[in-house]
Structures are given as C-alpha cells and as structure tokens.
C-alpha cells in the first residue's frame, strides 16, 4: 500500500508547513497505520532549533507521530471532517535525536476508542531504531462553523 501526500490531505486537515506525514505505507482503518516523514534541512524549524546543530523538535516527533494515528482514525469517510485534538500524552520517551537526513517511520496503533474518545500507542523509527514512543489520548470533533 501507498498512500500518498495528495490522498493524505484529503483525509488529514492539517497543511504545510503543520503537515508532518509524507507517505502511508500500512493501514488499517480504525486499527493502525504506518507512515513515513522525510526530514529535510529546508524546514522552518531547522533555523531556530538548533542552526549549528540541527535537530527535529520533540514535539513534532510527537505531533507528526499523533497524525498518522489521525490518518487512521479519519480515513473511514464517517469520520471525515472531524477534528482530532490531544487529551492528553503519556509514557512520552525519547531515544535519540532526529536531524534532517533521517527518514522517520512513524507506528501507530489505536488501542482504545469509545465514543469520539480513545488512546493511541505510537513509536517512531530511524534505521530501525526507536527513537521516540508515547500513549496519545484523542479526542475527535465535529468542526463548527
């Protein structure tokens, strides 16, 4: 499977510079989804954090980690529209740095739903090796006009 970008908008409200997922690579809708983010030198947030030693921010390891587990929870088309918000993150641990180069494999499992609520376990990988992991609480919302 493949999904790519131009599918991936259709299914994720989020846009660039915000959009963190390149590519789905597995899915299973309201089960998992596998994605990739390729990190490149040329993102806004390289020029800040850290210009003479460049690293992803933690919180877009978990943010872009967070929609993949969206893009599986979205994909079923009773579910498009809807908002995902953050209730809460847990276990968050990170291994090691990500710095542009890199190729982030992002996992992520939903392991709760009830309602419009539930949890989502994500890891995320570079070569094979973990680099971040945490327990994301959502909640998923009607957007009102």
């Known amino acids: 499977m493949r999904i790519d970008i131009t599918e991936i908008e259709k299914v994720l409200p989020h846009r660039p510079p915000f959009l963190l997922v390149d590519r789905i690579i597995e899915l299973e809708p309201m089960k998992y989804a596998v994605g990739v983010k390729n990190i490149t030198m040329n993102e806004p947030q390289f020029h800040g954090h850290f210009p003479d030693h460049p690293i992803m921010p933690g919180v877009l390891i978990l943010e872009a980690m967070a929609q993949v587990g969206g893009f599986a929870l979205l994909y079923p088309e009773e579910n498009r529209g809807k908002l995902p918000y953050f209730g809460g ?8 740095p990500v710095i542009p180069g890199d190729q982030l494999i992002m996992k992520s499992e939903i392991t709760k739903i009830r309602g419009e609520f539930g949890r989502v376990h994500c890891e995320g ?21």
């Open 89 to 96: 993150m847990d276990n968050v641990k990170f291994k090691r």
């Open 125 to 145: 990988y570079v070569d094979d090796q973990l680099v971040a992991q945490g327990d994301f609480t959502f909640a998923l919302q009607k957007t009102e006009l």
